[in-house]
């Protein structure tokens, strides 16, 4: 597993012209991933063989990943940070009824205490003629840390991390494999191949999240969770808040899918809950230190991926022409 390192938060310099994605970046930083110079045909493809019939969210749900998340239910030196472990509970940006993000951290605990705290993982679909591209956005509130005297300096308001899962379409457009998964764990981006991950029968990886920081790794490549955990499954019908009750771990929770494009995206220009690439936040060790999906890897990682990976990899036989529409640009 190679591990490469660059700031979330580099310039992005995206040209657009019409039909036509042109992406020339430059960074001062000497980890900079993706430096590259390229034009990307994003135009609907027609006559493609292969048409994908399925839709986003059923291809979202196919692939639905398990979450192992650990818990950790105790402030150590720090005060009002777990709150009996909810600070670690995966839900949606806009669990307290508004799209305000500056008072997430807040209302975490009324949130809990009155059953918002419903788990929700934001998918983004893509698809090429060759492959299916996954991006699994998952959010908390509070990024938070039990660490004497970093209590404030080493804790934020909104935290997302997220997964990026890939796989093959068979000849006929079907579900294929999973070749592919890269997570977001803080500023890195940790990658794996498919024989570096475990994937339950359905088709499901499992991924480990920590306690406290929330950054995503394969399960197979953590040291495994201790008692205190919850095991996120996919379930559309029976997505429900965890029990609060911090004796009452591991527990089995499920969550639901909701689509990045009409839920968060489309705040992205809304000053109470995006600034830049990152969400409007004020808690712990500054202001807005949590990025909108759109921010890693100066975007590419959820705009692009077929580059993002072509970039990295120089696969062959893997196409960067996108046949499913590409809201997030
Ligand atoms: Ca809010
Ligand atoms: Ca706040
Ligand atoms: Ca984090
Ligand atoms: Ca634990």
New binding site residues.
């Given amino acids: 597993m190679k591990i490469q390192v660059k700031s979330i938060f580099n310039k992005a310099c995206l040209l657009l012209s019409i039909g036509i994605l042109s992406i020339s970046c430059t960074s001062n930083t000497d980890d900079m991933l993706v430096e590259t110079s390229s034009s990307i045909d994003i135009k609907t493809a027609t006559n493609i063989e292969s048409k994908v019939s399925y839709s986003d969210a059923t291809i979202a749900a196919r692939y639905a990943p398990v979450f192992y998340q650990d818990v950790d239910t105790t402030d150590g030196w720090c005060s009002n940070q777990s709150k009996s472990g909810s600070a670690d509970w995966i839900t949606a940006?806009?669990?307290?009824?508004?799209?305000?993000?500056?008072?997430?951290w807040d209302?975490m605990v009324s949130g809990r205490d009155s059953g918002k705290l419903v788990p929700y993982v934001y998918y983004y679909v893509t698809y090429t003629e060759t492959h299916f591209f996954i991006l699994y956005s998952v959010y908390h509130p509070r990024d938070w840390t039990d660490v004497p005297f970093l209590c404030s300096l080493d804790s934020h308001e909104n935290d997302m991390e997220a997964a990026l899962v890939t796989a093959k379409r068979n000849t006929n457009g079907s579900y294929g494999a999973i070749i592919d998964i890269q997570t977001i764990f803080h500023t890195e981006v940790l990658d794996y191949a498919r024989n570096e991950v475990t994937i339950e029968s359905a088709g499901r990886v499992q991924f480990f999240i920590e306690a406290k920081g929330h950054g995503i790794r394969a399960f197979s490549d953590s040291k495994g969770t201790d008692s205190s955990y919850i095991k996120y499954y996919y379930n559309a019908a029976q997505a429900v808040t965890p029990d609060k009750d911090s004796n009452n771990l591991p527990q089995d929770v499920n969550y639901n899918l909701l689509p990045l494009e009409s839920t968060l995206w489309l705040q992205r220009n809304n000053p109470l809950t995006v600034t830049g690439k990152a969400l409007v936040g004020d808690n712990g060790d500054g202001s807005n230190k949590a990025s909108t999906p759109w921010g890693w890897e100066n975007g590419v990682l959820c705009k692009n991926p077929a580059q993002y990976l072509k970039d990295k990899y120089n696969w062959t036989s893997f196409s960067t022409d996108y046949i499913s529409d590409t809201p997030i640009q």
């Fill in positions: 940006v806009d669990y307290d009824g508004d799209w305000n993000t500056k008072n997430n209302n």
